[in-house]
């Protein structure tokens, strides 16, 4: 039978209004001091009407073509991430950006391509029908298919979402039934690729800085060190991380007040309407701020996880659970690199950072989630 609106998960639509009032709230405040962002909460407001319009379009399609074309949508995905390494922007020394004048638009390719790498683990590792993976013929390929948009989104650079292509794999691997023989290989080797990296980068520290920097790539030696030697680098390399600290910390148990974070405020935190929007939140709305975001944050989690528990289709269920793993992911290291406890990217905080791109993917996700929760037993599961 046909599908309608009303057939949404309500409870995930109010959460989403509610990260819609925070969102252009703190927006609002990050940028109301500093005239070069005029109106960008308004345009935030905006981006969020069209977000929803993505939601419920792709809510009421049938998800199983798209997992069908899945092969297509990763072809895609690498051509766009080529053709931004050859023909994009340049922002803050990374090109990752395509520039849309006509509507004032930055469109990161980066972004897009997490959800089709999604649907292609997803289409792959349901072939094996819920029997354990196998490791030639499964695990194997399946790095293999994030190895190529990996190295390509490192190449722009960016570090960020290059790992989250990693833990997105990771996610929809142990859900695919890894032998756990295998996921103690790759624990094994993560921590023995991890020691040897920081065995060489601490014993070999000034030439890769000067070959970082020779290549225009020194802002990731700051963003290491920052983290790894955090009373040792300069004031300017620790000056996000110290200030973000600082503001938060300020903020106690009910903030200083809606407008009036000084350290927001007097524009002490770098990028505070994307990628540190948490330092605003944290310091006007102080810990009790904190906690209703990381309880939303909570309930839309836990509501796909009972949506993916309930979806019998294996592709369902494997997008899902890729589409949670990359919100779990994105909102640790956000929280974690403004607190010292992860190192400095640029990844931003879903559903809240200021951000057409991430914020239309995200959106798009959850459009998928909720056509998996109404069409999954709707239609003959025909499409392998």
Do not use: C
């Not at 639509?13 to 308004?42: G, Q, R, Y």
């Not at 269920?317 to 640790?332: L, S």
């Amino acid at each position: 039978m046909p599908f309608k609106l009303k057939d949404i998960d309500l409870s995930v639509v109010l959460i989403l209004l509610a990260f819609l009032v925070i969102s252009t709230m703190a927006v609002h405040s990050a940028t109301v001091n500093d005239p070069k962002f005029t109106n960008m909460a308004f345009k935030n407001l905006i981006n969020y009407v069209i977000g929803f319009a993505v939601f419920f379009g792709i809510s009421v399609l049938n998800y199983k073509p798209l997992i069908k074309a899945a092969l297509y949508f990763y072809i895609f995905g690498i051509v766009l991430l080529v053709s931004v390494l050859m023909f994009g922007q340049e922002i803050n020394g990374a090109k990752s950006w395509f520039s849309i004048p006509i509507i004032n638009f930055d469109f990161q390719p980066a972004e897009f391509v997490k959800i089709l790498l999604i649907i292609a683990l997803a289409y792959f590792l349901a072939r094996r029908e819920g029997e354990p993976l196998h490791f030639v013929y499964d695990i194997i390929p399946a790095f293999l298919i994030v190895a190529l948009p990996f190295g390509l989104v490192m190449m722009q650079p960016d570090l960020g979402n290059a790992v989250i292509y990693i833990v997105i794999t990771f996610g929809i691997l142990w859900i695919a039934n890894i032998r756990w023989q295998h996921v103690v290989i790759g624990l094994l080797t993560a921590a023995l690729f991890l020691g040897l990296f920081l065995f060489v980068y601490t014993k070999y520290h000034e030439p890769i800085v000067g070959f970082l920097q020779a290549q225009d790539k020194g802002h990731w030696a700051q963003r290491i060190d920052t983290f790894l030697y955090p009373d040792e680098v300069s004031a300017d390399a620790s000056y996000q991380v110290e200030n973000s600290m600082s503001a938060i910390g300020s903020g106690s148990f009910f903030g200083s007040g809606y407008l009036d974070g000084t350290l927001i405020q007097q524009n002490f935190v770098p990028y505070p309407y994307s990628d540190s929007i948490f330092v605003v939140i944290g310091e006007e709305f102080g810990f009790l701020g904190a906690v209703v975001i990381f309880l939303l944050y909570f309930a839309l989690i836990y509501r796909l996880l009972m949506i993916a528990h309930q979806t019998e289709d294996l592709r369902g269920k494997y997008v899902i659970i890729g589409v949670i793993a990359m919100f779990v992911f994105q909102v640790f290291e956000n929280v974690g690199m403004l607190m010292g406890i992860m190192p400095l990217t640029g990844i931003t905080l879903p559903f809240i950072s200021y951000g057409g791109t991430s914020l239309f993917l995200n959106m798009l996700s959850l459009g998928l989630v909720m056509s998996i929760k109404m069409k999954t037993d709707d239609l003959p599961d025909n499409v392998v």
